[in-house]
């Protein structure tokens, strides 16, 4: 069992920066697939991006390449989400995700394929 809590949401104007944590308890991330999906009032989840451990590979959406990066700590069981350059349209709330083992991207893409959510942080951008 994995227990996600996400930190790091709030207001920020356009062109800011903000950086999301998502701390996890139970067993490590070792060997599974972590990452983040949000969700706009009205609009179904969005992949954003994911990590998988093993063999270390990154996975961003389009949406998201250039400015967010995600990065992680698997000692710390920690995963986070810096987000730059912030516009409206990134505006939605944040999920942090996880599933055990390797995930290729046209699954990581998929909110179906984690078995793991939190309960998500808020993030609005103002024009």
């Known amino acids: 069992q994995v227990h996600l809590v996400e930190s790091g949401g709030g207001l920020v104007q356009a062109g800011g920066s903000l950086r999301l944590s998502c701390a996890a308890s139970?067993?490590?991330?070792?060997?599974?697939?972590v990452g983040w999906f949000r969700q706009a009032p009205g609009k179904e989840r969005e992949f954003v991006a994911a990590?998988?451990?093993?063999?270390?590979?990154?996975y961003y959406a389009d949406s998201a390449k250039g400015r967010f990066t995600i990065s992680g700590d698997n000692a710390k069981k920690a995963v986070y989400l810096q987000m730059n350059s912030l516009k409206p349209e990134d505006t939605a709330a944040y999920y942090c995700?996880?599933?055990?083992?390797?995930?290729?991207?046209?699954?990581?893409?998929?909110?179906?394929?984690?078995?793991?959510w939190g309960q998500g942080t808020q993030v609005t951008v103002s024009s």
């Open positions: 139970g067993r490590t991330f070792s060997r599974d697939t």
């Open positions: 990590i998988s451990w093993v063999g270390d590979i990154i």
């Open positions: 995700v996880a599933k055990g083992g390797s995930l290729p991207y046209y699954q990581a893409r998929r909110a179906a394929a984690y078995d793991y």
